[in-house]
């Protein structure tokens, strides 16, 4: 007795064909591809200090964190090196804060989600004022990680990002994203400082997106977890 197996092969080959489209299809329209990463200390930006301090400040202590005038622009001791005792505040720790989320971008020159913090509940239609300041915090993507362990977390933290702040949406390279509706949020991640700017004569930075500046070269980058916070009191 002879079989005819060609028809079943074919439909499973047609079924096959159709399941890695979609799948396909899915994969690009979720996640805007990571073409580049970045120069300015990236090796310190895509890892986790060893035997780190977990510190939980205020927001508003964070935004104090002293300058540190003797680190020099694109300071090449620093390019692969964390910032240790020879200066006043070490890049040594993990720190946690909690504050109002204004706006999350997604930067083509290292891919980073870039993220600012600010005491003050800014939207699109409450706007900062130039009084307001933030604190940037960054999240690289995970195919830039020193660990691939390290880098779990960093997609996982994106895809929180998008899920629960741009509707389920990837968004576009180099789009600014301001919130509509006051967001508060706790962020975790490794204290650093961004030496590809300088505090200017006004005492800005120049850093700062959507009319919010920071005034602080300090960030948290690499972010390891965003999450939603109780809302304060007042």
């Known amino acids: 007795m002879r079989f005819n197996i060609r028809p079943r092969i074919s439909a499973a080959i047609f079924c096959l064909f159709l399941v890695s489209g979609a799948f396909l299809h899915a994969q690009g329209a979720t996640a805007t591809p990571c073409l580049k990463k970045g120069t300015e200390r990236w090796p310190i930006k895509t890892s986790l200090p060893e035997n780190a301090k977990k510190v939980a400040m205020t927001l508003a202590d964070a935004l104090k964190i002293v300058p540190l005038p003797k680190v020099a622009k694109d300071d090449p001791a620093y390019q692969d090196k964390r910032i240790g005792p020879e200066q006043p505040v070490q890049e040594n720790q993990i720190v946690t804060i909690s504050g109002w989320l204004y706006l999350v ?32 915090v960054e999240v690289p993507a995970g195919q830039y990680a ?43 991640g490794a204290l650093f400082y961004d030496d590809a700017h300088t505090y200017e004569a006004n005492g800005g930075t120049g850093r700062g997106k959507a009319h919010m500046q920071s005034k602080t070269l300090w960030e948290l980058h690499p972010v390891t977890s965003i999450k939603f916070a109780t809302k304060p009191a007042n």
């Open 146 to 188: 020193a660990n691939t362990e390290l880098g779990k977390t960093l997609d996982t933290t994106r895809q929180w990002v998008v899920d629960n702040l741009l509707a389920h949406q990837w968004p576009k390279m180099d789009s600014v994203n301001v919130m509509q509706h006051p967001v508060f949020v706790t962020v975790t």
């Open 105 to 136: 971008a997604l930067e083509s020159d290292d891919c980073d989600f870039h993220i600012q913090i600010s005491p003050q509940p800014r939207t699109k239609s409450n706007p900062p004022t130039p009084d307001d300041n933030c604190m940037i």
